[in-house]
C-alpha cells in the first residue's frame, strides 16, 4: 500500500507521461478556498483549478446535484433527447445573448467546435485572426490559433499558417489583416494565460463593427473569463452593446466537472448540420446537472457581486503594496482575476508561496496570477494576500 507522499511521486514518476511541471505536493481534499494533501496540510488556494473551481472546491449545491443524478442517469448518447441538457442550454442562452450551444467537454474542444463554425460558415475563407499572447488550448488546430510559438513545438505548419497573427488591443492592426480569406476573428474578452491583459474599453465594440462591416464572425474564447470570472456571467458583458457570434465556454462552467460548450446566434448555429459536428460525451446529464448547480449557486449566493468587490479588494491591497515593492510594475485585474507583474521572473516566487501554504499561479514569466474562488471571503483573501506580501519581501530580499 501506498503511504507517503514520496511514494505517490514515484509512481506517478513511472506510470504517469511526464507532460507536466508538477509540483510535489499530492492533494487529496478540498473544501471551499482550501484543499489538504496527503501529508495533512492545508493550502489556501487561490488558483483553485486552473480556473475550474470558479465555485472553489466541492460546492455544496454542486455536490448535491452530482450525488442526485449520478444514481439517475450518467450518460446517454447525443441521438437522444436529455432533459438536463436542453435545460442548460437555456440557461446559457438566458444569461448571455439567447443563442443555440453544442456542448463538449474541454475548453480546446469548444475552440475546434468554434473553429470549425465558423470556417463551414466562411465556405472559402478559412483564416481565422488571432491576437499574440492569446491561449486557446492544446488541441492542434486550438494550439495553431494560440499566437504564441513557443507552443507550436510539433503542431501541423499548414495548421499555423491558417491564422494571422496580430498585437492584443490593437484594432488598426485587425482591420489591416481582414483579408478575402478571412472568416473570424477570435479574442479573450481579457486574456488570462498571457498575463491578464485588459484591452482599452472600446476594443471589443471596434472589433464587433469591423466584423460587421466585412461579414465574418467574432468569436470570443470565454474559457477562463466565463462563468462569473470577471464579476459578469461573461467578460462581453463589461462591453456595452457587444454580443459575440460564437463563444466559448468551458473551466468553471460545470463547476468543477468537466464540461465544454459554444455557444453561436442562431442564424451561425444553423450551419452546424447533422454530420458535421459531434462529441460523444458532450451535455452528458451529470456535467450539465453539476452546470446548472453551479449557475444556481452563482444565482442564489450574488456571487458576481462577490467576484466584483473581491477582486476589487485585491486590486486596491495590491497597489498598495507596490509602494513598498517597486518591483511591483502593475496590478491589472477585472473582477477575481487579478494580476501582478513583477519586474522579475515569478516562478520561484510561486514555489515559495507553494511552501508556505498558499497556491496561485506563474504566467507569462513575470506576472503572479490570481483567481481566487468567487464564493472566497474578504477575511480569507487577506489571509493569502499576507502571506503572499510575506514572501514576496522574502523573495526580493534574497
Ligand atoms: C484553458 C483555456 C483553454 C483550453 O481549455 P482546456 O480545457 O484546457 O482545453 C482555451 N481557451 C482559454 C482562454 C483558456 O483559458
Not at 457581486?305 to 510594475?329: D, E, T, W, Y
Not at 519586474?343 to 483567481?371: E, P, S, W, Y
Request: hydrophobic letters at 40%; charged letters at 20%.
Amino acid at each position: 500500500m501506498i503511504v507517503t507522499t514520496n511514494e505517490y511521486v514515484k509512481q506517478f514518476q513511472r506510470y504517469v507521461i511526464g507532460n507536466y511541471g508538477r509540483n510535489p505536493i499530492v492533494l487529496v481534499r478540498g473544501k471551499g478556498s482550501y484543499v489538504w494533501d496527503a501529508d495533512g496540510k492545508r493550502y489556501l488556494d487561490m488558483f483553485p483549478g486552473w480556473g475550474v473551481n470558479g465555485l472553489g472546491h466541492c460546492h455544496p449545491r454542486v455536490v448535491k446535484a452530482v450525488q442526485k443524478q449520478v444514481g439517475r442517469l450518467i450518460h446517454v448518447a447525443n441521438n437522444y433527447y436529455n432533459k438536463l441538457q436542453g435545460e442548460l442550454a437555456r440557461t446559457i442562452a438566458k444569461n448571455s445573448f439567447g443563442g443555440q450551444v453544442f456542448f463538449c467537454n474541454s475548453g480546446a474542444e469548444a475552440v475546434e467546435a468554434a473553429i470549425k463554425l465558423a470556417r463551414i460558415r466562411g465556405g472559402n475563407k478559412h483564416r481565422i485572426v488571432t491576437m499574440k499572447d492569446s491561449f486557446h488550448g492544446r488541441t492542434n488546430m486550438a494550439i495553431a490559433a494560440t499566437a504564441q510559438p513557443k507552443y507550436h513545438k510539433g503542431v501541423l505548419p499548414a495548421a499555423v499558417k491558417s491564422f494571422t497573427y496580430v498585437p492584443y488591443n490593437d484594432i488598426a492592426a485587425v482591420r489591416k489583416a481582414i483579408k478575402s480569406d478571412v472568416c473570424a476573428v477570435m479574442v479573450e474578452p481579457f486574456q488570462g494565460e498571457g498575463g491578464v491583459n485588459i484591452p482599452s474599453p472600446d476594443y471589443l465594440p471596434a472589433l464587433r463593427r469591423l466584423c460587421d462591416k466585412h461579414n465574418i464572425l467574432l468569436i470570443l474564447d470565454e474559457v477562463t473569463t466565463g462563468m462569473g470570472r470577471t464579476g459578469k456571467y461573461f467578460g462581453y458583458q463589461h462591453s456595452k452593446g457587444v454580443t459575440p457570434d460564437i463563444m466559448t465556454m468551458a473551466k468553471a462552467l460545470g463547476g468543477g466537472l468537466a464540461i465544454g460548450a459554444i455557444e453561436a446566434k442562431p442564424e451561425v448555429a444553423q450551419y452546424l448540420l447533422p454530420g458535421t459536428h459531434a462529441s460523444t460525451f458532450g451535455g452528458n446529464p451529470l456535467a450539465c446537472a453539476a452546470s446548472l448547480a453551479a449557475f444556481e449557486a452563482i444565482k442564489e449566493e450574488k456571487l458576481l457581486q462577490n467576484a466584483r468587490s473581491i477582486g476589487n479588494h485585491m486590486v486596491r491591497r495590491f497597489r498598495a503594496m507596490q509602494k513598498k515593492f517597486p518591483a511591483i510594475l502593475d496590478v491589472r485585474g477585472r473582477g477575481a482575476l487579478v494580476g501582478v507583474e513583477l519586474d522579475r521572473n515569478g516562478a520561484d516566487l510561486f514555489k515559495l508561496c507553494m511552501q508556505k501554504g498558499l497556491l496561485i499561479n506563474c504566467t507569462h514569466d513575470t506576472v503572479m496570477r490570481f483567481m481566487p474562488a468567487m464564493t472566497i471571503s474578504k477575511e480569507i483573501a487577506n489571509q493569502g494576500i499576507d502571506v503572499f506580501e510575506k514572501a514576496l519581501g522574502e523573495y526580493l530580499n534574497q
